[in-house]
């Protein structure tokens, strides 16, 4: 939410709009406001289809518009009590984390093992190497010998 005016005013629906009713919404403003449909500057285009563009995956996604409207309720409580939200909100009632990491999936994971088991399997096969060789492990300095 980066301007004062709310999702649902910029679709131009109510709070209480349906998924249908947001999805007619969007698609009439994005034929109005698409940069290469409409007759406004093409950057004024751009920056009014990205804000309905972001209205609509905000409040089509039920978690999303869910956080959101808790956002709205606790800014309309801190404008009476005149204090400011935190962007870094724990919700207590969906237990989601707002602007923080998410966590790591499966397949990430399984990515990190395997660089863990390269890198053990590559420093233990340098040091084999370099044991067959002759190599000393324990080395001097060359600047330490004169």
């Known amino acids: ?38 007759s406004l500057e093409i950057d004024v285009a751009k920056s009014k289809f990205q804000e309905v563009l972001e209205a609509y995956e905000n409040l089509n996604n039920t978690n999303l518009r869910k956080i959101y409207d808790e956002k709205i309720k606790e800014k309309s409580k801190s404008k009476t009590n005149s204090k400011s939200l935190n962007n870094l909100i724990i919700d207590s009632h969906n237990q989601n984390l707002i602007g923080n990491r998410r966590p790591f999936s499966n397949g990430e994971l399984f990515s990190l093992f395997l660089l863990i088991i390269i890198i053990s399997i590559s420093l233990i096969f340098s040091i084999f190497i370099a044991s067959f060789t002759g190599k000393e492990l324990d080395t001097i300095p060359l600047w330490l010998i004169k």
Not at 17 to 26: D, G, T
């Open 1 to 38: 939410m980066k301007s004062e005016t709310s999702y649902y005013k910029i679709l131009g629906v109510k709070e209480n709009a349906s998924n249908h009713e947001l999805r007619k919404a969007f698609c009439k403003l994005s034929i109005e406001l698409h940069p290469d449909t409409t």
